[in-house]
């Protein structure tokens, strides 16, 4: 994308609210800020230097590429690969001082190799206690960590899991069951002399709703970002969305009653009203189907419905029979208007998603807008 911005329809991302979550989440356990897929769509090379200057000690990615965009970005914190990366990424992996994490023998074989005569090389190990995901079985990693620790250039600093129901307190017994498989891990490393620097467990809803997983180290996303990770769980702290995405009204007409509005006029007008449209679209992450489940937009301070289905770059938006609308009103997708407010988790709900889908839905030729540096 271009720097250019012309079109009116953008995503704020206040950094204020990244830095005080994070601050809000130190307070649990040393923070590892989650700046995979952009940091949610927020951007990364910003959330990160929000997050670190909230408290956050580490960061986390999903891959390489996405480490060395923060390293590219002047960022020298911990990073955590969260994923083994193919050979081809190990290289510069530890050119750039990532931390990886590493499951497969073949894993630590090239990772080992990848290091030449540098200096020793962290890595964090990855067991599977529930999620099969990504990990070594609680069988496997014992020679996965001597691995390791024989390859003389690697160190085993980090052993860690991930929970897949932390979110649900139905799925307690579960959540419970993964982290007595992870205890049982670690004590029989330690048993054998394998003691990692740093054990952790805790995604946001773990963080949140689970002390005992919290260990060394909290691996949050959702919550740095301001959100739930479930609507049944209530934070312990408080946090703060950042992330709103608005548009300007980029045109106006009254439209009598009968009328149908967009593609395969499935709207129509109940009685003679304003017509606004929004310059966003699908191509932006405004789910085409969000006409059909009811979604509605902020406009004036009003919930106002979407008239006719999302098209590729501009959406309709029925803004009732008298209202007072004209080119260049500011329109809310997400985030607060005067008194009303539509959340993340108020459109994943409509939509049968969860505010995570959401918020990374937010396209690239959305231009992100940094308030609160
Ligand atoms: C994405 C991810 C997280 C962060 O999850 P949230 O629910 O957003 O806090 C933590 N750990 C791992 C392994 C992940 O993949």
């Not at 601050?23 to 897929?37: D, F, G, I, M, Y």
């Not at 902020?298 to 803004?319: E, K, S, W």
Request: proline letters at 5%; hydrophobic letters at 45%; glycine letters at 10%.
């Amino acid at each position: 994308m271009s720097e250019r911005a012309y079109r009116p329809a953008w995503a704020e991302v206040d950094l204020s609210a990244i830095r005080e979550n994070a601050a809000a989440l130190s307070t649990l356990a040393p923070l590892c800020a989650v700046v995979k897929a952009n940091a949610y769509g927020h951007g990364a090379a910003e959330v990160a230097g929000a997050a670190l200057a909230g408290g956050a000690t580490w960061l986390a990615v999903a891959l390489v590429e996405e480490g060395v965009q923060l390293r590219e970005a002047g960022i020298d914190a911990p990073v955590l690969v969260l994923a083994e990366p193919t050979a081809d990424a190990m290289a510069e992996a530890h050119a750039l001082g990532l931390t990886l994490t590493l499951y497969s023998e073949a894993g630590v074989k090239a990772a080992a190799g990848a290091t030449g005569d540098g200096e020793p090389w962290p890595v964090h190990v990855k067991v599977d206690t529930g999620m099969h995901r990504v990990g070594a079985s609680p069988e496997e990693v014992g020679a996965v960590v001597d691995a390791v620790t024989a390859s003389g250039s690697l160190v085993f600093d980090g052993l860690w899991t991930h929970l897949a129901v932390a979110d649900d307190a139905d799925q307690d017994e579960f959540t419970t069951l993964q982290l007595a498989r992870f205890e049982e891990v670690r004590s029989g490393l330690a048993g054998a002399g394998a003691v990692p620097r740093i054990v952790h467990a805790a995604n946001s809803a773990a963080a949140l709703a689970h002390p005992d997983a919290r260990h060394d180290l909290i691996r949050c996303g959702i919550a740095l970002y301001g959100h739930r990770p479930a609507l049944a769980i209530v934070p312990p702290v408080e946090l703060r969305p950042a992330m709103s995405l608005k548009a300007r009204v980029s045109y106006v007409r009254a439209l009598d009653a009968g009328e149908r509005i967009s593609y395969g006029r499935r709207y129509e007008t109940p009685a003679r009203t304003v017509v606004a449209t929004v310059p966003l679209g699908y191509a932006d992450g405004v789910t085409r189907r969000l006409f059909e489940v009811g979604g509605e937009v902020l406009v004036g301070g009003r919930r106002c419905p979407i008239a006719g289905v999302v098209t590729m770059d501009q959406l309709m938006v029925d803004c009732g029979p008298d209202a007072d609308v004209n080119v260049g009103d500011e329109v809310v997708l997400i985030g607060s208007q005067g008194e009303a407010e539509i959340t993340a988790w108020s459109v994943a709900e409509l939509l049968g998603t969860i505010s995570y889908e959401v918020l990374c839905a937010v396209g690239p030729r959305v231009p992100r807008v940094y308030i609160g540096r």
